[in-house]
């Protein structure tokens, strides 16, 4: 890999943005289940990339970036919800969606290129 740790990638960071943002905005929530749901979801995205990029193959981490890409998918249904719910304003469920719908198709290119490593 052309990086020296996870913390240079791209990915990792905007990854932890989000989820810095997303504690942030449920952080007076009193739905802790949903609290708890969706700071989990988020964290899961960087974690799993930087668990991948520790790993000892490049299919190992293509594995985990897929599993990163899912939380994504998984935290943007959850940010619906929690607007619908009020827990999340329209600026920052707009910025939110926008982040992980960026960061979804940010993974995606990410796994083709890491992809052409693998055969």
Same mark, same amino acid.
């Given at each position: 890999?052309?990086?020296?740790?996870?913390?240079?990638?791209?990915?990792?960071?905007?990854?932890?943005?989000?989820?810095?943002?997303?504690?942030?905005?449920?952080?007076?929530?009193?739905?802790?289940?949903?609290?708890?749901?969706?700071?989990?979801?988020?964290?899961?995205?960087?974690?799993?990339? !930087?668990? &991948?990029?520790? /790993?000892?193959?490049?299919?190992?981490?293509? *594995?985990?970036? #897929? %599993?990163? $890409?899912? !939380?994504? &998918?998984?935290? /943007?249904?959850?940010?619906?919800?929690?607007? *619908?719910?009020? #827990? %999340?304003? $329209?600026?920052?469920?707009?910025?939110?969606?926008?982040?992980?719908?960026?960061?979804?198709?940010?993974?995606?290119?990410?796994?083709?290129?890491?992809?052409?490593?693998?055969?």
């Amino acid at each position: 890999m052309n990086n020296a740790s996870f913390e240079d990638l791209d990915i990792w960071k905007e990854g932890m943005r989000l989820a810095l943002q997303i504690y942030k905005t449920v952080k007076t929530c009193k739905d802790f289940g949903f609290k708890d749901q969706v700071q989990r979801a988020a964290i899961s995205i960087p974690s799993n990339i !930087s668990e &991948g990029f520790e /790993r000892q193959t490049n299919k190992e981490f293509i *594995q985990f970036l #897929y %599993i990163a $890409k899912g !939380s994504c &998918g998984e935290l /943007r249904t959850q940010i619906y919800l929690g607007h *619908q719910l009020e #827990y %999340i304003n $329209k600026k920052d469920y707009n910025a939110m969606l926008e982040k992980t719908k960026s960061l979804s198709s940010m993974l995606s290119s990410f796994i083709k290129a890491r992809k052409k490593f693998t055969s």
